[in-house]
């Protein structure tokens, strides 16, 4: 499951930092064409709405990995590092769970657009493609909170032996 998490984590690098690299080229080259030439392309804007919406989520799963999501700390922190262990398991565990419910109705959402055969108003792509990233990255925050959970459960189950918390 590490090993797996590790090359999901490379992924979403890549992902995240080759949409933010083309939202910002492409944001120029929009601006420069603009006041320099006076053409516009109105695919962009849409294009980049969706653009931030994938990054978005992709970034979420990275700060997970990361562990830079708002916490609250103020029990765990005067808690033993078994019972801070048990409260950071069952909060992730919560995380988690959340994830997955956001993740079926994302599918749900995606899947339905899908039969329907919406399109993007200005680019003509599939309208299923800009929910994509929900069910998605919906699935990979849903395994790194899981992940985290079992990590910080193990501290419980060891005693307050395990890794840092």
């Known amino acids: 499951m590490k090993?797996?998490?590790?090359?999901?984590?490379?992924?979403?690098?890549?992902a995240v930092g080759g949409l933010l690299l083309?939202?910002?080229?492409g944001t120029t080259i929009?601006?420069?064409?603009?006041y320099f030439l006076g053409l516009t392309f109105d695919w962009f804007d849409e294009?980049?709405?969706?653009?931030?919406?994938?990054?978005?989520?992709?970034?979420?799963?990275?700060?997970?990995?990361?562990?830079?999501?708002?916490?609250?700390?103020?029990?765990?922190q005067y808690a033993s590092r078994r019972v801070a262990g048990g409260l950071r398991a069952l909060a992730n565990l919560l995380?988690?769970?959340?994830?997955?419910?956001?993740?079926?109705?994302?599918?749900?959402?995606?899947?339905?657009?899908a039969r329907y055969g919406m399109t993007m108003a200005s680019l003509g792509l599939p309208m299923w493609v800009a929910y994509l990233p929900i069910?998605?990255?919906?699935l990979s925050i849903a395994a790194r909170?899981?992940?985290?959970?079992?990590?910080?459960?193990?501290?419980?189950?060891?005693?307050?032996?395990?890794e840092g918390a």
């Open 30 to 34: 929009q601006v420069l064409t603009r």
């Open 135 to 138: 069910p998605v990255f919906g």
């Open 95 to 113: 995380s988690a769970v959340v994830m997955l419910v956001i993740a079926w109705f994302g599918w749900e959402q995606t899947s339905l657009l």
């Open 47 to 76: 294009g980049s709405r969706y653009l931030v919406v994938f990054a978005t989520f992709a970034g979420a799963g990275l700060a997970v990995k990361h562990g830079a999501h708002f916490s609250m700390e103020a029990v765990t």
């Open 145 to 162: 909170f899981g992940f985290k959970a079992w990590e910080h459960a193990r501290i419980v189950f060891d005693g307050g032996e395990g």
């Open 3 to 14: 090993k797996f998490l590790n090359i999901l984590g490379n992924l979403e690098e890549l």
């Open 22 to 25: 083309l939202l910002a080229v």
